[in-house]
């Protein structure tokens, strides 16, 4: 029996594909509320699964470091743990969040603007590890292959994807084992998954099992033909990297079950939500309540810890009754800023065009 390379397509009036829809139910976003907490509560974390959830048995695990090392390690789990504890607290954005805002939109996991989460990951340097194995003199990229298998783009392959030896050895990536300090859940990557902070979710690659230094730019389907921008189909793109900035606030009010418009009461109300990027840290954050051109300072909280997870930001705002469309958008300390409309591109990724919240207030009073 052939294998379908291609999911069923779009309706013509643009509506959701079965297809679509499949991988939507498998991976969920974060509901935007739960922005309201520093780490993103277990569970209401974004997911997204390429292929299967594998079952590792953690006494059979290994870590293969190999390729162009001079010294290829075998690690367990016990090693592993023994090895010096790092944590860092990373905001993980997948590259296609937002993806179903562009029109037309490109057929994968259809994204609104929820493919986000902030956790903390505990687990082993990856600079240590690579420093013991000894990267050889040629070796350009590491690549980091998971447990996890499938067939995409008509190419039967591990989940694998590759990190240059200077963003391996120069960040703070992480070979984590646990997740806001519990064991990793089996959906995250159980039992280690690479966290590299900054760099969109692609990168993190989950179920690691080898780290392999190659002498050349690593081809793999998920670095040379998936997540890269594209304009036109036809041309190589350039490689997706790290996360752009993004606003997003939580949704005031109260929602409508099925349209998600939001309904208000009059008097104050507080905005509030995130802002993150993977360049630099979050400098200013303003917010726009009539839809027009006038902007509004936001509060931000202090810096987080680590530059890249998000930020904290709030507004007071006191409506009269009426219909508003509220926004928000942010700029970061290398002067990256969130335009309103998102640069289309073939794959659908980095759109971190200003989120729009259609609110309705109402007179609290009557
Ligand atoms: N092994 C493996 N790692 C993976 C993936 C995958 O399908 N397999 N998906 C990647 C993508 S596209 C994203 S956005 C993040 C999502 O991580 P999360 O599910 O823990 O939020 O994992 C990345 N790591
Ligand atoms: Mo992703």
Redesign the pocket.
Known sequence: MPIPAAPSQPSADGSISRSELALATRNHGMPLEAMRWDLTPPGL???????DVPLIDPGRWRLEVGGAVRNPLTIDLDGLRERPRVGVTST?E??GNGRALFSPRAISQPWLLE?V?TAAWTGAALSDLLEEAGLEDDAVELVFT?A?RGFEGGIMQS?QRALTRTEAMGSDAVLAYEMNGSPLPP???YPVRLVVPGW???T????LTAITGVTEPHRGYQSATAYRMRAHPDEPGTPVTRIVPRSLMVPPGVPDFFSRHRIVGTGPCLLEGRAWSGWEPIEAVEVSVDGGDAWHDADLDPAPIHPHTWRRFSFTWSPSTGDYELRSRCRDAAGHTQPDVAEWNVGGYGNNGVQRIMVTVVDTER
């Open positions: 974390h974004y997911l997204l699964i390429h292929y993980m997948c590259a493919a989460g998971g996890d989940y959906q995250h990557g969109y979710g692609m993190n690659v989950k179920w």
